[in-house]
C-alpha cells in the first residue's frame, strides 16, 4: 500500500511543478490567482497522501490549515479586484 501511495504522491508532486508554468506565465491578476489555487488544491492533496507515508499526523492539521488559507486568500483576492 505504501509503494501506492509513493507513486501516487511522485504523480502529485509532478503535477504541481509542471502547474508552475501557467502560474508564471499569468497575464493577469486573476489568471495568477487561479494557477495559485490549483497549487494550494494539489498541495493539499499532497500533504494528505505524505500524512501515513512518513507516519506524521501533524501533516493533516497542516494541510488543513492550508487549505483554509487558500479560501481566505481567494476571498480578500475577490474584494480587492472586483
Known amino acids: 500500500?505504501?509503494?501506492l501511495l509513493g507513486a501516487a504522491a511522485?504523480?502529485?508532486?509532478a503535477t504541481l511543478v509542471a502547474g508552475l508554468v501557467p502560474l508564471l506565465r499569468a497575464r493577469s491578476a486573476a489568471e495568477g490567482m487561479l494557477a495559485a489555487q490549483l497549487l494550494g488544491s494539489g498541495g493539499?492533496?499532497?500533504l494528505l497522501l505524505l500524512e501515513p507515508?512518513?507516519?506524521l499526523p501533524a501533516l493533516?492539521?497542516?494541510a488543513l490549515v492550508l487549505a483554509?488559507?487558500?479560501a481566505v486568500a481567494l476571498i480578500?483576492?475577490?474584494r480587492r479586484h472586483v
Open 1 to 3: 500500500m505504501s509503494e
Open 53 to 55: 507515508l512518513l507516519a
Open 60 to 62: 493533516h492539521d497542516v
Open 76 to 78: 480578500a483576492f475577490t
Open 68 to 70: 483554509l488559507l487558500a
Open 44 to 46: 493539499v492533496g499532497l
Open 10 to 13: 511522485v504523480a502529485l508532486a
